[in-house]
């Protein structure tokens, strides 16, 4: 069922889960079948299915067309299910190997940038002004999660 070695291009993120594994109660995690879902996903669910935006909308914040939101949205949902219904535990993922994290000096806001190769140039999402990239802070994506 897992989609796998499908590249995928990079994103924009305005916000980081605040938990990354999630299990059911009583049984020890490594009795149970994981779910992974990607990060990308739960951002896309975020952004249409708890705060309502508009596909359009929502794809254009994540910086992806209308078809790879749409994808992301309906493999989260199903991923989801697939949790709750078999008693899985749900783990978050990142599919990109690196995150910067950039504020804009124009507008203030605060994104994540997932990526497999660093652009040569990045526009804030918001503003569209360029974001200076020796200002941005990088690290491995999920290195400190893990484990
Ligand atoms: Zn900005």
Redesign the pocket.
Known sequence: MHRRGRPKGPRWIKEFPKAMLFKPRGLPLNTLERVEITIEELEAMRLVDFLGLGQEEAAKMMGVSRKTLWMDLKEGRRKVIEGLIEGKAIELKGSHPYTIRCT?E??G?TWFYLFKRMPRRLR?P??K?ELELSKVESRNTFDEESG
């Open positions: 804009c124009g507008c806001s804030c918001s503003c002004i």
